[in-house]
Structures are given as structure tokens and as C-alpha cells.
């Protein structure tokens, strides 16, 4: 059974930096990989998202301040966070999947609370 356990969320002030971490446990498939991001009320969206071979994929909204990395010999992914504003206040959930994809959504982390204040 898989396992995603991420860490690294918590309070931030905008223009401020935020690393989260993500490591996958209970397989030894190197899986495509990714964060979603949830406001209340809304369904999860896609932030960015990585394959096995390298290849990014990131909403329009965060293009320029956040970028995912992968390790896959620690089979973790980071999702580096610069340049937040308030509105990236939200639970980041980390994702993978079996298939070689740039929108995951296998297996789900129990997800971190990302705050940004103004």
C-alpha cells in the first residue's frame, strides 16, 4: 500500500518562502508525483506535478514562484514556495501515481496547512 506523508507547511508572511516535502512509502515503482492545493469550500486543484523522467507541469498562478523537484532514489518531491501571497493560504496535498502523468491522482497524502498572511 502506498504512503504519502508530506511536511513543511506552516505560517508564512507573503513575499515569504516555503519548502514542502513529500515522501512516498510501500512501493518500490518510482511514481509521477504532485501537489494539489484546496481552498474551503472548493475542490482540489492541481498546483504543479512531476513524472518520473523530469517532465513539470504548474498552474498559471504559481508559474515563476513555486517549482517541484523529485529525488527519486529518496522517492520524495519537494514543492519549493517563493514569493507567497495570501491567496496561496490553503491544504497542500501531495499526490502520485502509477502512471507516467502529469496530473496524479493514485494516492493522496493527508494533505499540510499552508498559511500566508498579509
Known amino acids: 500500500q502506498v504512503q504519502l506523508v508530506e511536511s513543511g507547511g506552516g505560517l508564512v508572511q507573503a513575499g515569504g518562502s516555503l519548502r514542502l516535502s513529500c515522501a512516498a512509502s510501500g512501493t518500490s515503482l518510482t511514481l509521477a508525483m504532485g501537489w494539489y492545493r484546496q481552498y474551503p469550500g472548493k475542490q482540489r486543484e492541481l498546483v504543479a506535478a512531476i513524472t518520473r523522467g523530469g517532465t513539470t507541469n504548474y498552474v498559471g498562478s504559481v508559474k515563476g514562484r513555486f517549482t517541484i523537484s523529485r529525488d527519486n532514489a529518496k522517492k520524495k518531491v519537494y514543492l519549493q514556495m517563493n514569493s507567497l501571497k495570501p491567496e496561496d493560504t490553503a491544504v497542500y496535498y501531495c499526490?502520485?501515481?502509477?502512471?507516467?502523468?502529469?496530473?496524479?491522482?493514485?494516492?493522496w497524502g493527508p494533505g499540510t496547512q499552508v498559511t500566508v498572511s498579509s
Open positions: 499526490a502520485a501515481d502509477r502512471y507516467n502523468t502529469v496530473k496524479p491522482t493514485d494516492y
